[in-house]
């Protein structure tokens, strides 16, 4: 299952800082086939600061499905030995230009940063984590079912007209469609 929606107290309890108010609707942009290409160099960067440190390291997120609309933000899944430790990971991020923005021990012990030149969403857990394999599933199943990436961008984009306070409110919004794609695919 995915997360809990958040509410205002818990979106600002995960952010390091202030979160950034959205206060509109979301903006989608069109499938841009340099998105693959972006997450490339991205993951180069991060061999190169994490080197062995790496378990896993996956383009997810909506840019990683060919055909889909998008956020143009490239969310990168990545696990290291143990996100919480983060002494032996943030400060080569960090030295790489990476900026921790989220730190949810709670949820999955998810860290997400910001990258330095680049839009991205840099989701970081440990190994074991249950939603690795959720995201992986997910993107998995929109590459191959023309129907569920239909369904999904449907959804996506009824939801994007809306206006939001937070960008997680979005997120939190396509929980139920993602849960059924999900299930679907593991039925």
Not at 37 to 62: C, K, N, T, Y
Not at 71 to 86: G, N
Not at 100 to 124: A, M, Q, S, Y
Request: hydrophobic share 40%.
């Amino acid at each position: 299952m995915s997360r809990e929606a958040n509410d205002e107290d818990a979106i600002r309890a995960a952010w390091v800082g202030e979160p950034p108010r959205l206060g509109t609707t979301v903006t989608l942009a069109e499938y841009d086939p340099e998105w693959p290409r972006l997450f490339d160099r991205e993951a180069a960067r991060l061999r190169a600061a994490l080197g062995d440190l790496i378990v896993l390291l996956e383009h997810v997120g909506s840019t990683s499905v060919p055909g889909l609309a998008a956020k143009p933000i490239i969310d990168i899944l990545l696990e290291v030995p143990d996100s919480d430790d983060e002494a032996a990971y943030v400060p080569l991020l960090e030295g790489a230009g990476y900026r921790l923005v989220i730190r949810e021990p709670e949820w999955e012990k998810h860290r997400c940063f910001k990258g330095p030149d680049t839009n991205i969403n840099l989701h970081v857990h440990s190994p074991g984590n249950g939603q690795t394999p959720r995201y992986l599933l997910f993107r998995d199943r929109l590459r191959t079912h023309p129907e569920e990436l239909s369904r999904y961008l449907a959804k996506k984009r009824e939801l994007a007209a809306r206006t939001w306070d937070y960008i997680q409110n979005y997120a939190d919004a396509k929980n139920d469609v993602i849960d059924e794609i999900i299930d679907r695919a593991q039925a």
